[in-house]
């Protein structure tokens, strides 16, 4: 059983709209990751979110980016006005093992903007 | 500067046969992990195996190995008996003081194909 399960799989979306994209963590963990990784392209960095906070983000990550934990369980990254450059695979991911000697992704969101 | 760096697009190596996909990384940190996943068509992000930069020992697991090479910073995974499910692309990654649970840095990764 995965550790964390994304929702949806694939997202097609007009460009300039507003999207939702959700990670579910099997066991309650206090870090998360969202990563980000562009057709053919290495996985980057996006942010990192540690006990209701943003611990760490990178310069992808603007204004046009937020996290969120809304209910306690479920964590998303919205990504508020859509570009055509936001087309990627984007994976939610959690450390693990006792010295987060492990780290595993879900199995990512395939966003296509048009 | 890059961090890691995976200098090989693609390989190709024959079904039973043993390969070596390269990584060396860049860190002024004396605490760090190094990771390997495998990423098949699908798309999804696989974890195959980690080394600390503590660990005595090269770490293995089942058909994957690594070998760690700490003077030369080098991480190279080596995945013996290759099998057709193998074609995938690998990643190396890694995390500075992983006890911190800092973000991961990823490499280009390399493609790898094996042919029956």
């Known amino acids: 059983e995965p550790e964390v399960t994304q929702t949806p799989s694939h997202q097609v979306t007009q460009m300039g709209q507003e999207v939702i994209l959700r990670c579910v963590p099997i066991?309650?963990?206090?870090?998360f990751y969202w990563y980000r990784q562009i057709l053919g392209q290495k996985v980057e960095f996006l942010v990192s979110f540690y006990n209701n906070e943003i611990s760490e983000k990178s310069e992808i990550f603007d204004d046009q980016f937020s996290v969120e934990r809304p209910d306690g369980s479920n964590f998303t990254l919205k990504i508020r006005s859509t570009k055509l450059e936001d087309s990627a695979m984007y994976f939610c991911?959690?450390?693990?093992?006792?010295?987060?000697?492990?780290?595993?992704f879900g199995q990512g969101t395939r966003l296509t903007v048009v | 500067a890059q961090k890691i760096t995976q200098t090989q697009p693609g390989m190709f190596v024959q079904e039973k046969e043993a390969v070596t996909l390269d990584c060396t990384y860049d860190?002024?940190?004396?605490?760090?992990?190094l990771f390997w996943y495998k990423q098949p068509s699908s798309g999804e992000m696989i974890f195959l195996i980690y080394q600390g930069s503590y660990d005595q020992q090269n770490a293995t697991e089942g058909r994957y190995s690594l070998n760690f090479q700490k003077a030369r910073k080098s991480a190279n995974l080596v995945i013996s008996a290759s099998q057709l499910g193998d074609s995938a692309m690998y990643f190396c990654?890694?995390?500075?003081?992983?006890?911190?649970?800092?973000?991961?840095?990823f490499g280009s990764g390399t493609q790898l194909t094996v042919l029956p």
């Open positions: 991911a959690t450390p693990a093992g006792a010295m987060n000697t492990e780290a595993f």
């Open positions: 860190t002024s940190d004396p605490s760090y992990g």
């Open positions: 066991s309650n963990h206090l870090y």
């Open positions: 990654a890694m995390r500075e003081r992983p006890g911190s649970a800092r973000q991961l840095t």
